[in-house]
């Protein structure tokens, strides 16, 4: 495709063979879909949009595999993005390891200073898997890692569709997405918020914000909540 000049373009939605054509714009958000079977690296679409005349600060990234390059390239060439989201929606190509980019996240948050939201994203193929307590526990130490590495990381969502909410510097949450079936989603809550008052109260190192939550109002209703639902599964069995 030949080279496109839209000056007063600031954002893009659309195909990579086109945001690669655009030369020269004021994109600051843009949403790449990447064909599969795409031969050119990813670097040369980035490396077209990062001359716009505009600081690139949304970057979403619909894609058919996990592939490690692709977060490599947008911190070189986005060093002030906010948002990055990685949506892979190919099931019936190789979707590759996602630890492959999370492994990378670690040194990539010591040059994203300003990033907000990070999101990664695959279908489930068996809509009646529920997180697993190890998943969040697994996701628990990453993402106060990450917090460590990044003052300014607020949300994130992983594999597991937990969004990660960050409620005080060193405090983070794990809430449940609102898409899907009600019982669902109320499953699901249940096994995050149980999940986050068993690690609290068995828990000696973390620190304090974390057992005050559950002094709150808040926290008291969640704590009750929870153990009145897990009565009456009990209960059923």
Known sequence: MPPLSLPHLTYFGGPDTVAEALVNSSLSRIDV???PQRKAPASAVYDAISHSGAELLSVYNSISCW???LLTTIVANAPKVTSISFDNFGPIYDLGDVET????VDDALTELRHLV?????EPNPDNHTSVQASTLEKEFQMIRRWGNR??????CVFISKTLWLRLKPNLWFPTTPIDGPPERQVHESWVR?????TTVRSSTSLPSDYGDVLETDYGKRMVADVEAATRARESRR
């Not at 939201?117 to 994203?121: D, G, H, P």
């Open 33 to 35: 879909y990447w064909n």
């Open 67 to 69: 592939d490690p390059v």
């Open 101 to 104: 980019v999370l492994a990378l």
């Open 117 to 121: 939201y990070l999101r990664f994203y």
């Open 150 to 155: 990044s003052p300014t990381l607020q949300r």
């Open 193 to 197: 918020k149980k999940w986050f008052i």
